[in-house]
């Protein structure tokens, strides 16, 4: 069975400090992807990142950075500098690589971030 | 580029009616995901589409909801009748082959009393 936790449900900061958020996974597929989904006050949900189990290079967009580490199944999240406008529920999610459920997103519960000015 | 657009952003009925919630996706994708978001199961899939096709509909909770994909540019979620525990966010998704990249529409806020 494919699972996502984030064991973290809140977590408040106060601005221009770092914040990581956790996000452990757990797949019987040798080929998966991840992603991260911002999902601000106003409700939608925003793409910000997917990851594919042969790729373990982290990446840096701005003050956005991921670190995906295989031994460990996780694929943390790093705001540098936060800032107000950081404030929103994060999702991780996984989809397997084959199968009935090929296009299946399992999603995370999600972890709020508050950032306070 | 039009993101996913869903209608109604917000519906408000009583138990026993029937729902139609709306979705068109991204121009060009060809995968659709209607999921549900509720404070005590999270983001769950209730059905995806394929090139129009039902390829999961194992998270559809019960005969009440049906979904149809007459063609690649509109979906429809229908609930009858609904429930007061139908309450939830419904959110559409697409996708295209080349990218599996989730583009997720604004959401339907459904009330049932």
């Known amino acids: 069975a494919q699972k996502v936790t984030q064991a973290q449900t809140e977590i408040s900061v106060v601005e221009k400090e770092d914040v990581t958020l956790d996000c452990v996974y757990e797949?019987?597929?040798?080929?998966?992807?991840l992603f991260w989904y911002k999902q601000p006050p106003s409700g939608e949900l925003v793409f910000l990142i997917r990851?594919?189990?042969?790729?373990?290079q982290n990446e840096i967009s701005g003050r956005y950075s991921w670190n995906f580490q295989k031994s460990t199944s996780s694929f943390n999240f790093t705001i540098t500098a936060s800032q107000v406008v950081d404030s929103a529920v994060y999702f991780c999610a996984l989809r397997g690589g084959y199968g009935g459920s090929q296009g299946n997103l399992i999603f995370g519960k999600g972890t709020k971030l508050s950032v306070k000015p | 580029d039009a993101g996913v657009i869903q209608s109604p952003r917000h519906e408000v009925t009583e138990m026993g009616q029937e729902v139609t919630l709306r979705c068109k996706p991204i121009?060009?994708?060809?995968?659709l995901f209607w999921y549900r978001q509720t404070m005590m199961r999270g983001l769950e899939l209730l059905i995806y589409f394929n090139n129009n096709v039902p390829i999961d509909d194992s998270g559809m909770p019960e005969d009440r909801f049906s979904a149809k994909m007459p063609n690649a540019s509109f979906s429809t979620l229908k609930i009858q009748p609904s429930e007061p525990r139908d309450s939830a966010v419904y959110f559409c998704?697409?996708?295209?082959?080349?990218?599996?990249?989730?583009?997720f529409g604004a959401g339907t806020r459904l009330s049932v009393l």
């Open positions: 998704a697409s996708s295209s082959g080349t990218s599996d990249i989730q583009y």
């Open positions: 990851r594919n189990s042969f790729d373990e």
């Open positions: 797949t019987r597929d040798t080929t998966y992807y």
């Open positions: 121009s060009g994708h060809n995968s």
